[in-house]
C-alpha cells in the first residue's frame, strides 16, 4: 500500500491508527522519499521520521527514491538508507525508475537485494529481460504505469501521440473480443509476470477497485500473441516526454 504525499499521508495515518490497532499490521506499507536536493544525511533522516509520524507507523516495509535524480545528487543517500534500514525504520529500500541502466547504477553502490519500481505494460516492455535474473539476485520487483498514465483510455490523440492511436484502437477491439473490460486486459498482460511482487495502479473510487480485484482473482489467458503492441519510441512510452518542446 502507498499513501503518497502530505494529505495522503495523514489519511493513511488516521486508518492505521484506528485498523491496526483491532488488527494489527496486516498491510505491506510501501512510500517514497519526495525528490528534493537533501543537505545530508540529518535532513533525510527526518524526512523519513516525520512521515512514520504522519502515518502511525514505527516502520516502512519499503522505502523508495521517488527520483533517480535524488541519487544523482547525493550518491552517499545509499548509506543514510542502510543505516535507516539497520536503526528499524525501513525493513526494504530501493529506488523507483524509468530505465534499466539507472537500477544498475544504484546496485552498484547497494550490493545487497534491493526494491525496483519500473514501468511495464503492454507497449513498454524494456524491463521484461532484467525481471527473472533481478529477481534471482533477490530484488523485490514492482511494476507501474499499468494504464500508461491513462493513454489506453484516451479519446483524442493530439500531436505525436497520434502514433499510438491505431494501437490503442487495436487492443480495444481486442478486449471486445474477448468479451473483457479493457482495464483487465491491461492488468492481466502484467499479472502473468509471475516474478514480480506486485504492481502500482491508482483507483478513482470504489468500484473501479473491486472491478480490478475481480480482474485478477481471474485474469485474462492471453493465448493471443501480444508481442505486436510493443512500441519501442520511448516518446510515446514515457510520459515525461510526451510534453517536452518540438
Known sequence: MGCGYSSGLRACGRYFRRFFSVKGKVLRVIDKLPHRDYAGKKEVEREVKNMLKRLNLSFLDCLLLHSFRTFELMPHIVDV????????????????????????????????PIVVEF???????????????????????????????????????EGHLKKAEEKVKALRDLAKKLDVELSCLLLSFVAH????????????????????????????????????????????????????PS
Open 81 to 112: 538508507l542502510k543505516g535507516l534500514k539497520e536503526e528499524g525504520f525501513i525493513k526494504h529500500y530501493g529506488i523507483s525508475v524509468y530505465h534499466p541502466w539507472e537500477v544498475e547504477s544504484f546496485y552498484h553502490l547497494c550490493k545487497e
Open 119 to 157: 514501468p511495464l505494460n503492454v507497449f513498454d516492455r524494456r524491463f521484461t529481460k532484467h525481471i527473472k535474473n533481478w529477481k534471482s539476485m533477490g530484488f523485490m520487483l514492482f511494476a507501474r504505469s499499468v494504464f500508461l498514465q491513462g493513454l489506453f483510455f484516451l479519446e483524442n490523440f
Open 193 to 244: 509476470f509471475e516474478d514480480l511482487d506486485g504492481f502500482i495502479v491508482g483507483v478513482d473510487g470504489l468500484t473501479q477497485f473491486e472491478m480490478n480485484l475481480r480482474c485478477l482473482k481471474n485474469p485474462v489467458k492471453l493465448k493471443q500473441d501480444m508481442d505486436s503492441f510493443e512500441i519501442q519510441d520511448e516518446d510515446l512510452i514515457l510520459p515525461y516526454r510526451w510534453f517536452k
